[in-house]
């Protein structure tokens, strides 16, 4: 069975300073996104879903909708802050999004076979959609709580420029994910890799310490254990306007009540990525270098 690709692109790329999701890196005016989807199709991918803010939606149809058409089934769906459950008022204090968990309920109508869901600014590389594919080939609906995600080394996975977030795994011996907690600030420094939350201590973690990229692969099931958090969340954090509803959080909920397994896929690609402006030249060095390897065409759509 041929999965779908769930992209999340609603974010503003605050730190950035503008929307990465649609700067041109490629040597023919390609975006970051484009090299992912390029890497889904020949991985097997049929279809992809982007999650984006309304006031995105002419600017992903002129760059990606009507000309990714040929290549692979294209569909979009709107993230906004307002779309809460119904009889639950938006707080008046709300101004941040509702969180990675949020974005990939928003696809529960357009998605109805295996997915994977990855962020707009990552590359992760060819091999991880390879093994999102191959792990759901002969997928049967008896399968519908078997998720699986990529998992990456933490050094592959750092800005030069500035702190990054990252899910820390525990994985036991079957390579099965017992739990991940999303870090906020992790930096490489003199001292080796350290994460800080808030005023306590710094932590330093191991430079093969496994972290989620936010690389999943789900089943339509996830949908319906979204819904039914994402109710108790808004209800539960309804007074706090910063708290975010992140897919790390669910996933552990369903792990820990034994509701759903998740397999960890072991994926040796270096990451980059765009979190700052900064990364922008480093990026566009990468897709060079992969160019001039022979991973890609120096046209990609051509």
């Excluded at 968990?101 to 390879?130: C, E, S, T, W």
């Excluded at 480093?282 to 759509?301: E, T």
Aim: net charge negative; aromatic share 12%.
């Amino acid at each position: 069975m041929n999965p779908v690709l769930l992209i999340l692109a609603a974010g503003v790329g605050s730190r950035y300073g503008g929307l990465k999701q649609l700067d041109r890196i490629g040597p023919n005016g390609e975006t970051l996104l484009d090299y992912s989807i390029y890497d889904a199709v020949q991985s097997g991918f049929s279809k992809v879903v982007f999650v984006i803010k309304e006031s995105l939606e002419a600017g992903f149809k002129e760059m990606f909708i009507n000309r990714l058409s040929d290549h692979i089934e294209v569909d979009y769906v709107f993230q906004e802050i307002w779309m809460v459950p119904e009889g639950i008022l938006l707080p008046d204090e709300r101004q941040k999004p509702w969180g990675t968990g949020h974005a990939v309920l928003m696809a529960a109508d357009r998605i109805d076979r295996p997915f994977a869901v990855i962020n707009a600014d990552d590359f992760y590389g060819r091999k991880a959609y390879q093994a999102l594919a191959d792990y759901y080939k002969n997928w049967t609906p008896e399968r519908e709580n078997d998720y699986c995600m990529v998992g990456y080394r933490v050094d592959k996975t750092l800005s030069e420029f500035g702190s990054v977030s990252r899910g820390i795994c525990q994985i036991n011996t079957e390579r099965e994910l017992v739990d991940v907690v999303e870090r906020t600030s992790i930096k490489k420094t003199s001292e080796g890799i350290i994460y800080k939350e808030g005023n306590n201590p710094s932590v330093i973690i191991s430079p093969d310490s496994v972290v989620s990229m936010n690389c999943w692969g789900f089943t339509p099931s996830f949908f319906t254990y979204l819904q039914t958090g994402f109710e108790a969340f808004i209800r539960n954090n309804y007074e706090n306007p910063k708290a975010e509803f992140y897919i790390p959080s669910m996933v552990n909920t369903l792990i820990t009540s034994g509701q759903a397994g998740v397999k960890v896929l072991s994926c040796d690609e270096q990451w980059f990525g765009m979190t700052y402006q900064e990364d922008r030249v480093l990026v566009m060095d990468s897709i060079r270098a992969l160019i001039h390897n022979g991973v890609y065409p120096q046209k990609l759509w051509g």
